[in-house]
């Protein structure tokens, strides 16, 4: 398997969570190994993703959906999001049942680039990625998840150097530990009064403390809410406004990729466009973005109106 792995030009990984950022720094090890190289890791946001431009002769992508345009020669997708698209030129590792970084560490281990501290990160991330509730590391997993939301993936990776192993019982997951214990009992009492539809199908949750994730899960688990999609929306210190998009059943996904997103199918996001600068204007823009019916039969109404009055113009003349 190793053998089929090209040299490539750059590491391709998703910015916004710990999968992306575990599964890069594992390819770069790899890489290094197999090839006595640092090959430069490049993080992105989906959007951002959606538009950069596929330069390279040779990459290896993890974390981002597998689509037409990456299915190019020398290039490496490795991968757990659905796809519908075969691989004829890239080389396509692809398995919906487990995290990025674990197919990742797979080939890793391959190399022999192992130890007891990464078999413990990269299970915890599994859980996390994947919303394994059911397994009894479920809640310490979502903390280490959520030292990404908190502290970004470039601030996590400069601390550590790199080696997120250091991250395993890290002072930092005191703080999300005392975060979780205060602030998402009272997060949740108060987004469950605060939720306001944005079409019939998509509740927008109206957040001010606690993990947001967690919330909107307890929101969907204890049917608080009809809405089988429920977005989430939070504002970077840069003034990008991200849209996060969860659900049970697989509409988060469909939704999300109306607004340039992606994800899994039950949880998705997005970042809104650049002239978006508040949670109010990115209310508004998401009631638009998400109801084109709407906007289109508002505008014909007005052509008509229009056409209308110009003809009783036109008779009366």
């Not at 108060?190 to 109206?206: K, M, Y």
């Not at 990008?240 to 992606?262: D, I, M, Q, T």
Request: charged content about 20%; overall charge neutral.
């Amino acid at each position: 398997m190793l053998g089929k792995l090209p040299r490539p030009e750059v590491i391709l990984t998703h910015e916004s969570d710990l999968d992306g950022l575990l599964a890069g720094v594992l390819l770069s090890r790899l890489a290094r190994k197999l090839f006595d190289a640092d090959v430069k890791l490049e993080a992105y946001h989906y959007n951002y993703w959606k538009q950069r431009e596929l330069r390279e002769r040779s990459a290896w992508v993890t974390d981002f959906g597998f689509e037409s345009r990456l299915d190019r020669p020398n290039w490496v997708v490795i991968d757990h999001h659905p796809t519908e698209v075969p691989a004829r030129n890239a080389y396509l590792i692809h398995d919906v049942t487990k995290s990025a970084a674990s197919l990742c560490y797979e080939l890793c281990q391959i190399a022999d680039i192992q130890s007891p501290a990464l078999d413990r990160l990269v299970h915890l991330n599994n859980v996390a990625d994947l919303f394994l509730e059911n397994d009894p590391d479920f809640i310490l997993a979502c903390d280490y998840a959520n030292l990404v939301k908190s502290y970004g993936f470039w601030n996590l990776h400069a601390l550590t150097n790199g080696a997120l192993e250091k991250l395993l019982d890290h002072p930092l997951l005191e703080v999300m530990t005392v975060k979780r214990q205060v602030e998402d009992p009272l997060g949740l009492a108060w987004s469950r009064e605060n939720i306001s539809a944005l079409t019939p199908q998509v509740g927008f949750v109206n957040t001010i403390v606690g993990n947001n994730n967690l919330i909107v899960h307890q929101l969907l688990e204890q049917g608080i809410t009809s809405f089988p999609v429920l977005v989430t929306l939070f504002r970077k210190s840069n003034g990008l406004v991200v849209a996060s998009f969860r659900s049970k059943n697989g509409e988060a996904g469909k939704v999300a990729e109306r607004v340039k997103g992606g994800g899994h199918p039950n949880a998705s996001g997005a970042i809104l466009p650049k002239h978006v600068r508040t949670i109010p204007d990115a209310v508004d823009f998401l009631k638009q973005a998400l109801n084109p019916t709407t906007k289109r039969s508002e505008g014909l109404t007005s052509l008509e109106g229009i056409f209308a009055a110009l003809d009783q113009v036109n008779r009366k003349g």
